[in-house]
Nanobody, 128 residues
Framework: QVQLVESGGGSVQAGGSLRLSCAAF????????MGWFRQAPGKERERVAT???????SYADSVKGRFTISQDNAKNTLYLQMNSLKPEDTAMYYC??????????????????????WGQGTQVTVSS
């Protein structure tokens, strides 16, 4: 089983930046794409960004141009660079791994069931 551990969350002023990391343990070739989700209190978990094994990425409209997803295969680590943060970005952020071939530009990948492994989450709080 692939184990995912997020880090890098914290509190930041609006307009600031954070970089989230997701370390994968027990990573196997069955993991073909990965993504970041977030969940604010009282709201459903939503897809923020995804990246396929070929490097193809996708972003929610709300974060496009501000967030960048990337991965370091040598370190088995997924990243989410978050710039120009807004209060509405406040949420628990989760990384996820999928056994599917594609996560990006695929509507069904918005569903949580697309992903087989989840991290414990890291809190991001953006103050105004």
């Amino acid at each position: 089983q692939v184990q995912l551990v997020e880090s890098g969350g914290g509190s930041v002023q609006a307009g600031g930046s954070l970089r989230l990391s997701c370390a994968a343990f027990g990573y196997t070739y069955s993991t073909l794409c990965m993504g970041w989700f977030r969940q604010a209190p009282g709201k459903e978990r939503e897809r923020v960004a995804t990246i396929d094994s070929d490097g193809t990425t996708s972003y929610a409209d709300s974060v496009k141009g501000r967030f960048t997803i990337s991965q370091d295969n040598a370190k088995n680590t997924l990243y989410l660079q978050m710039n120009s943060l807004k209060p509405e970005d406040t949420a628990m952020y989760y990384c996820a791994a999928s056994s599917r071939t594609y996560c990006s530009a695929i509507y069904p990948s918005r569903d949580l069931s697309w992903y087989s492994s989840w991290g414990q989450g890291t809190q991001v709080t953006v103050s105004s």
